[in-house]
């Protein structure tokens, strides 16, 4: 009978198990070292949980490797028969957790690019909704200075003429010897000067250069709900989009539109509560290009209504928003028509409507077209 020595096996199995808890050893103080520069890592969070239960995998087999020989060593092969299956349900239980783990962090791995994509789709918009206020505003401050300034215009021309006409009457009147001549003289030249100085109020309106392309309403509006979905979703406002299933061509400048239709939806979401809905059409009529916001807010009452595009007389009496005003300024440039019905408690109906054939927008003050 030939007989082999176990020795070689036994010294390779000892070695393999100390090389084994080495090593995994080692990658589970990287693994450490790795989550403490970056706790927030999903990575080196990953890396920590599978080398520790690599590690304990690894102490857990090659414990019970060299418990083995050591009792059969010790000719006590009866106590390993009880250890046996401890030890290997020890292992299996070390391979579940990482199999578990390894399974948990590539699920978790999707959702943080998940969330990385939806982060940068926020910044995005939120950028957008930046810039959107800030040419609201400017639109804003542009419209109301040059508004104010024609009415001051107006309010101060009439009395000035009158006084001027009155003037130059009793000056006709006087004799050319008589001491209050000198008197009228010196009120016309006064009333002059404020007739200049209301002119230069007038000059204040600056020149509109807008230009005025092939638009898709579409595509603008799109990108309107897409800057104001984050503020109905945090109102927990539902906020739909039904578009024309073909793109709505008419001629305009794409900033003031979008401009004014993200205010439009800004107001409806203002005006909505939790549960309440907004829904925005498009479709193409006989009058061209319509779209139509409803939302079942709290609506407008009707004194308001009457009143709801003056910027001078709406703004003591509800809070609508200042821009409305403008908004209709806006769509009267592009020889579109904006109307708004509402019944308070029951909610409000925006209906826009835009030409679509560039002989109905010659008469644009101050476009000009890029075609």
Known sequence: MITISLLPVWLIDFVGAFTFVILS?????????????????????????????LFALALSRSTGHILKHILTLSAREDLWVVLGPYCGSINSITFIVIASVTLFFNRIETIMERMLRDREKIEKNSQ??????????????????????????????????IIGGMVRRFLNAYPPEEEGRLKLIHILDQARKLENLVSKFESVRPESKKIFAPLDLNAILTEAVDSLQNE????EIS????????????????????????????????????????IIVTEMTSFGCQLKITDDGKGISKEML??????????????????????????????????????PGKGT????VLPTHLGELTGVSGGTYAL
């Open 349 to 352: 109906i925006v209906l826009i």
């Open 128 to 161: 957008e909704l930046f810039r959107l206020n800030k040419d609201i505003e400017a639109v804003i401050a542009e419209r109301t200075k040059s508004s104010m300034a024609l009415r001051i215009a107006h309010e101060v021309r009439n009395p000035i003429t």
């Open 25 to 53: 050893g080692l990658c589970l103080k990287h693994a450490l070292a790795l989550s403490r520069a970056d706790q927030e890592s999903p990575l080196a969070i990953f890396l920590l949980w599978f080398f520790g239960a």
């Open 239 to 278: 906020l739909t989009l039904r578009l024309n299933p073909t793109p709505l061509f008419f001629h305009g400048n794409s900033s003031l539109i979008k401009i004014a239709l993200a205010h439009l939806i800004r107001n409806a979401v203002n005006a909505c509560t939790k549960a309440n809905r907004i």
């Open 232 to 235: 109905a979703h945090a109102k």
């Open 306 to 343: 009457e009143v709801i595009f003056d910027p001078y007389l709406h703004i003591n009496r509800q809070r609508t928003g200042l821009g409305l005003p403008y908004v209709k300024q806006i769509i009267n440039e592009h020889m579109g028509t904006v109307t708004i019905t509402s019944e």
